[in-house]
């Protein structure tokens, strides 16, 4: 779902002109329905469902949404498109990433992928827009990372990683598109925010978030943010807090049944106790009852055990 509302191309007109240095002399409108591509080249995996694969909807389809080598395996973009832009009057155009993150610790550092991510989008390029050794024809290439659910320290905060020059002996200067090929964006989303806090953020919070309803989610995109609301995007919208709310209320029902079992078995504990089994009686009667594990029937035992009276 939240692909989805990323899909959309004023959400990613804000996303490029407040993250991508290129796009910020650049109105909203203009990036949205000027300089982000609308040729749709669908992949083997595409980022929507076939549903919404029709050219009227202003959602992006981009290049194509994976990469596959022998050595590397596949690799799935979330959201992966071409925007172009006029640079010192000459035509610039990037290939970018977007990419939805709910765990800001999935076991690695996540900009570790994004530059992974960058370095595919980087040589798969051949054969697609260069060959042999038409290197002057690579085309610089971005990573966006939203993370919803970062640590403290992270929220509400944009950082960009790219490839700067470095004079070590002598004051040599290169061209930046020569060498600047390659950026990864980490957007870290947090609430509340402050006055100060970038307008892309407070639109993202608005937009993601799961506790405010899709009526209030229209007035304040439409008013705070002038995003005219579609039927496409009430959908999405719709949709997304719908979804969020089953799953809190089936969180709120497995939390429940799991308090209800975690109190049986507590109860059942306290009463072999007032009959003063042996421990591993105890033990023996938790497996049979509740169907656990030695190790489980232990590890209650030892949590809820009631001293002797």
Known sequence: MCRRLLSEKVILAWILKHCLEEFRNYTIEEIAWKYIDNHLQISAVPVHPPIFQQESSPLIWGIAGEDVTPA???????????????????????????????DFYPGYPLIKRGIYYCGRMISSQYGREFVRSHYENIK????????????????NSITRYCIAEENLVGMAQEYPRNYNLMTAVIICLGRPFSRQTPDVLKLLNVLLAENIPPEEKYHILSSEFSIEITSQLKKEVSLMCNLSERIERKG????????????????????????????????QNLEEKFHLTPEEARQYLNQYKVPTR
């Open 140 to 155: 610089k290439v971005y990573s966006i990372w939203i993370c919803t659910n970062p640590p403290k320290k992270r929220r």
């Open 252 to 283: 709120i029902r497995k939390g429940m049944r799991r308090g209800r079992r975690l109190g049986k078995i507590q109860g059942a504990i306290s009463v072999y106790h007032d009959f003063h089994l042996p421990e591993q009686k105890i033990l």
């Open 72 to 102: 590397e395996g596949r690799v799935a973009y979330d959201i992966r498109f071409k925007a172009s832009v006029p640079i010192s009057g000459r035509p610039a155009q990037f290939i970018i990433n977007v990419e939805a993150q709910n």
